[in-house]
């Protein structure tokens, strides 16, 4: 669980802001990264699964890299 030590503020119109600190921001961000993965993970395990020989993925990885340079 994440400590969090928010500030409340309101601008010159009025509007509610929150300040938090760096640290504490960088780890809400890190999490969000980390569900977005997970929520990927889970809609990719949803659809057909193909597998590939390791040899042939890795081929497949440096043709789309050689195609991408040029």
């Known amino acids: 669980m994440i400590t969090l030590n928010p500030q409340y503020i309101k601008d010159s119109t009025g509007n509610n802001l929150v300040v938090l600190l760096q640290k504490e921001f960088d780890k809400i961000i890190e999490q969000l990264e980390d569900f977005e993965d997970i929520r990927l993970y889970k809609e990719a395990k949803k659809g057909k699964q193909e597998f590939v020989d390791a040899q042939k993925a890795f ?5 789309k ?4 340079d040029v």
Do not use: G, L, V
Not at 59 to 63: A, V
């Open 65 to 68: 890299r050689s195609n991408n």
């Open 59 to 63: 081929q497949e990885i440096e043709d």
